[in-house]
């Protein structure tokens, strides 16, 4: 077969490999592959299992078991829900409360609640009857400040009624001294999760400062607010001040409206202390009076203790009074050992506030009210219980309007 040059066209001899005329090669030529070292071979494949080995890892890491760590709050979601885990006041669920400032009797022996509450965090309704089915236990510790001057321990965690609205409550127990320690909240999850909640108690000692009246003028209503105004002045807030009160009759009222005080009616034998215009606490701190053997009296118009702050009457007696107690505005008081004898209402609370000092009522005797109790607004849910109360006589014993939760079991009533 005739085969010619496919570039000048020639005529070219059988078997020819290039063109006698143009010397132009007539073979087509492969392109040489240069050979892959085996080394490289091996490197590249370690690269791409490394590349496998690491995805690998992270699908493993997202799927383990998290440890959430923070101050005060942690956001949680699980099943698709996200939940607030705080610690905080019970008057505030859904407010961390990270630090607690406390002012107390140096030496001396306190026990103070830490609240877990469990929130959703879309809404801030309360989430703990779902949350408890995802939790496995939960645990609390005690991280001592540097100074380690405030010994403390902590309970088991648990739900309790004192705080009916918590998912858990630990009791702090504590002897005071100035220091800054730590309340550690674990929550161990079924899922392996574990969540710690952190809260810092800051703890103040403070002073006891005694007045009597063998020592200092009180003899009248105006000596008492003179001394109260020094007092103020000269004594810090956080210190608890105890006046000793003599055995007169004060024939006006007594007005606290700057701090709290411990009032000590007279015991010594020589005569009683008693308020015939009543005593008002308007003070605006969530510090207590206690009002101790006290007689409050009236012609049938007064009223014996008004309270917008908290205060606990003992072993005092209410008789012949518009109201005996009154708790108003954000108050809260307390009567333990107290007779409430002849008055229209002994005890009325109308109240907004949302502190609680104590639920108990004890060994009170209410005789001869026209309303020995009535419950117009109480702060909170929290249930109040009457443990050796006493009444009798009285036309209505207990005008429950608000219907606030009360226990009676341990009361007596006679007719």
């Known amino acids: 077969m005739e085969q010619r040059c496919p570039h000048c066209g020639a005529d070219l001899p059988a078997g020819a490999s290039f063109c006698p005329f143009?010397?132009?090669?007539?073979?087509?030529?492969?392109?040489?592959?240069?050979?892959?070292?085996?080394?490289?071979?091996?490197?590249?494949?370690?690269?791409?299992?490394?590349?496998?080995?690491?995805?690998?890892?992270?699908?493993?890491?997202?799927?383990?078991?998290?440890?959430?760590?923070?101050?005060?709050?942690?956001?949680?979601?699980?099943?698709?829900?996200?939940?607030?885990?705080?610690?905080?006041?019970?008057?505030?669920?859904?407010?961390?409360?990270?630090?607690?400032?406390?002012?107390?009797?140096?030496?001396?022996?306190?026990?103070?609640?830490?609240?877990?509450?469990?929130?959703?965090?879309?809404?801030?309704?309360?989430?703990?009857?779902?949350?408890?089915?995802?939790?496995?236990?939960?645990?609390?510790?005690?991280?001592?400040?540097?100074l380690g001057a405030c010994p403390m321990e902590a309970s088991q965690p648990a739900h309790d009624?004192?705080?009916?609205?918590?998912?858990?409550?630990?009791?702090?127990?504590?002897?005071?001294?100035?220091?800054?320690?730590?309340?550690?909240?674990?929550?161990?999850?079924k899922n392996g999760d574990i969540i710690r909640l952190r809260q810092d108690l800051v703890i103040t000692a403070t002073r006891t400062l005694d007045y009597r009246y063998q020592d200092y003028p009180m003899q009248t209503i105006e000596e008492l607010e003179a001394l109260m105004d020094e007092i103020e002045q000269e004594v810090s807030p956080d210190d608890t001040v105890n006046l000793y009160l003599p055995p007169v009759t004060y024939s006006e009222p007594l007005v606290l409206d700057q701090r709290e005080y411990d009032l000590y009616g007279c015991t010594d034998g020589t005569g009683r202390t008693v308020f015939t215009q009543g005593i008002q606490l308007r003070y605006g701190s969530g510090a207590i009076s206690f009002l101790r053997d006290l007689d409050l009296t009236g012609t049938g118009s007064e009223?014996?203790?008004?309270?917008?702050?908290?205060?606990?009457?003992?072993?005092?007696?209410f008789t012949n009074l518009k109201t005996g107690m009154l708790i108003y505005g954000e108050g809260w008081g307390n009567l333990s050992e107290c007779r409430l004898t002849d008055n229209q209402i002994g005890?009325?609370?109308?109240?907004?506030?949302?502190?609680?000092?104590?639920?108990?009522?004890?060994?009170?005797?209410?005789?001869g009210n026209a309303t020995a109790i009535l419950l117009e607004n109480v702060p909170t849910d929290v249930t109040m219980d009457f443990p050796g109360t006493v009444f009798t006589g009285n036309d209505i014993d207990i005008d429950n309007r608000c219907n606030q939760s009360l226990d009676l079991s341990g009361t007596t009533f006679d007719s």
């Open 303 to 317: 009223v014996g203790i008004s309270a917008a702050s908290r205060v606990w009457a003992e072993r005092c007696n």
């Open 161 to 189: 009624d004192y705080s009916p609205t918590a998912a858990m409550v630990s009791f702090i127990h504590f002897i005071c001294g100035t220091d800054t320690n730590q309340v550690v909240w674990s929550i161990h999850m």
């Open 347 to 367: 005890l009325h609370f109308n109240s907004t506030g949302q502190s609680v000092s104590d639920q108990d009522f004890e060994n009170n005797r209410f005789e």
């Open 22 to 146: 143009c010397a132009r090669d007539i073979r087509s030529r492969k392109t040489p592959h240069i050979p892959i070292p085996l080394r490289k071979k091996v490197l590249c494949a370690l690269l791409a299992l490394a590349v496998v080995f690491a995805a690998g890892i992270g699908i493993v890491l997202s799927n383990r078991p998290q440890i959430y760590d923070a101050q005060g709050e942690v956001f949680y979601t699980d099943g698709g829900v996200t939940y607030q885990l705080v610690l905080a006041w019970a008057e505030s669920p859904n407010v961390p409360a990270s630090e607690i400032y406390m002012s107390q009797e140096l030496g001396g022996d306190f026990t103070w609640p830490s609240r877990w509450f469990v929130n959703y965090q879309d809404s801030g309704a309360n989430a703990w009857a779902e949350f408890e089915e995802k939790v496995g236990y939960v645990t609390t510790e005690i991280r001592l400040g540097e």
